[in-house]
């Protein structure tokens, strides 16, 4: 389980090809306190850790449904990918429950300068199969864009602004994130299970 608060922007050193998996290797300033099996989200992608070097760079994979779900596939050696580590039980939930599984892909259709910060919109998209998932947006809404736990603003059926502060600017990728660029999207846990208990009613009445 995560939070959304992104503790590192870290740089990919290298991707490899097996199969259908990838391997992702990283180099962060806490990859020397990471242990094999523990789970640390990057972009948003819940990994698990499975090989540690001594220069603080670790491997995790990524199998063909992560893949076909997330940008993962799109990385590259030098790119920046948002990290976080698993929540502490006893710690502050300074984000959302975010559960690190991916539901979908958006691209960046637009980018805007306000009052010193900057809004990214998001498009995605949607049909009759997966609205009923809860890939959907609300006004206020928590949403995950790239492991970032974000307030929702314009909320449409298939796109979403949010609004990004100098500091979160800073120190996640979404410096690197243009017009085009392919983000990975989990949408709030609470909205999917009531979208969930909805069709199930309706599938009932049936």
């Known amino acids: 389980m ?26 962060c300033t806490f990859g020397n306190e990471l242990t094999i099996d523990q789970s640390v989200a990057h ?6 850790v499975v090989s540690l070097n001594d220069d603080n760079t670790y491997t995790v994979t990524a199998i063909q449904e992560t893949l076909d779900r997330s940008n993962l596939g799109d990385l590259k050696a030098g790119d920046l990918i948002n990290l976080e580590r698993s929540m502490r039980v006893n710690g502050r939930l300074d984000g959302h429950i975010v559960q690190g599984h991916v539901d979908t892909t958006a691209i960046c259709t637009g980018i805007e300068e306000v009052d010193g910060s900057r809004y990214f919109k998001f498009e995605y998209d949607v049909d009759q199969k ?23 603003c314009d909320s449409e059926i298939n796109s979403f602004r949010v609004a990004i502060i100098p500091y979160t600017l800073e120190h996640t990728n979404f410096k690197e994130i243009k ?18 208990l909805a069709e199930v009613g309706d599938m009932l009445k049936k």
Not at 7 to 27: C, L
Not at 130 to 147: C, I, W
Not at 179 to 196: M, P, Q
């Open 2 to 27: 995560f939070s959304g608060i992104v503790e590192e922007a870290a740089t990919v050193t290298r991707v490899d090809r097996t199969g259908g998996n990838v391997n992702i290797s990283v180099s």
């Open 43 to 48: 972009n948003g992608v819940c990994l698990t």
């Open 130 to 152: 997966l609205a009923p998932k809860g890939y959907v947006t609300v006004e206020k809404g928590s949403v995950t864009v790239n492991g970032v736990s974000l307030t929702v």
């Open 179 to 196: 017009v085009g660029s392919r983000v990975n999207i989990e949408f709030d846990i609470i909205g999917k299970y009531l979208a969930r």
